[in-house]
């Protein structure tokens, strides 16, 4: 009987010291802030889709056409977990009317800058110019640490090469002026291209989640083009060497996209 009472008393003391433990495992709080962030700093290699946003200063050759210039676009980066920048961009560039306007001044009343384009109608035509462009270029580059725990941040600098284009977009509007109408444009938008390098130096940061991961840089880019077009109002081939170079800021938006060893993603 003694035994059979020792038994019992046993046993519910076994399942109270169990049911303490499983009480003091549910009530221990999951740190998901924490354990985002270990993430964060042990990301052994990441895929970057990016958005950005520029505002150029145009220096050299392209100072004397354009004015201050936009820029837009989106790039591809894949990120090492030596912090090394291995990627593409692209974007478009845009305007407002350039510094320029002489190419015109053939077909305007007076010859000179100041004067009108006459349409079919006898009337003032309404001519608009714009800045118009692209470039695309492959980069390579590196993310510095700074003293912090996110091991994905600091100051970055990325060098590359590619290819920029720009000309002068030429609107007339109702297209009721013959002498520019689609097949003569070309003849007076000085299109340019030819071979870029450029840089950027900024700082690059990568958060807990997908909201807050960006980059902010010094924009540099340096463009070694020819004019590639006839030039109706001078009756030349354009073929002239040009310097071409754009300063600005970029703002970027970062995407990453991250494999495990299973193959799935996550952001």
């Known amino acids: 009987m003694k035994h059979l009472i020792l038994s019992a008393v046993i046993v519910i003391l076994l399942g109270l010291g169990k049911t303490k433990a499983q009480d003091t495992l549910v009530k221990q709080p999951i740190d998901s802030v924490a354990i985002a962030t270990a993430l964060v700093d042990t990301l052994p290699g990441a895929h970057l889709i990016t958005f950005s946003y520029a505002y150029q200063m145009p220096g050299g050759d392209m100072a004397t056409r354009f004015h201050n210039s936009n820029s837009i676009g989106g790039g591809y980066y894949y990120k090492t977990k030596h912090n090394v920048l291995i990627g593409a961009e692209g974007h478009f560039i845009f305007g407002a009317k350039p510094k320029d306007v002489s190419m015109l001044d053939s077909i305007r009343i007076g010859k000179t800058s100041d004067g009108h384009v006459i ?63 689609k097949e003569y444009r070309a003849g007076y938008d000085r299109m340019s291209n030819g071979l870029m390098l450029c840089e950027n130096i900024g700082y690059f940061y990568m958060g807990e989640n997908r909201m807050t991961n960006f980059y902010m840089a010094l924009d540099l880019a340096q463009g070694f083009t020819k004019g590639r077009r006839y030039n109706f109002d001078t009756m030349l081939l354009d073929n002239a060497s040009r310097l071409d170079l754009l300063f600005g800021l970029r703002l970027g938006w970062m995407i990453p996209v991250q494999a495990n060893k299973s193959n799935e993603f996550y952001y």
């Open 119 to 181: 349409d079919a109608n006898g009337q003032y035509a309404d001519v608009r110019l714009y800045e118009r462009g692209y470039d695309f270029s492959v980069k390579f580059g590196k993310v510095f640490k700074l003293a912090s725990a996110n091991a994905n941040s600091g100051f970055f600098v990325t060098a590359g090469a590619g290819f920029l284009q720009h000309k002068i977009r030429i609107e007339s509007i109702g297209n009721r002026s013959p002498q520019l109408s």
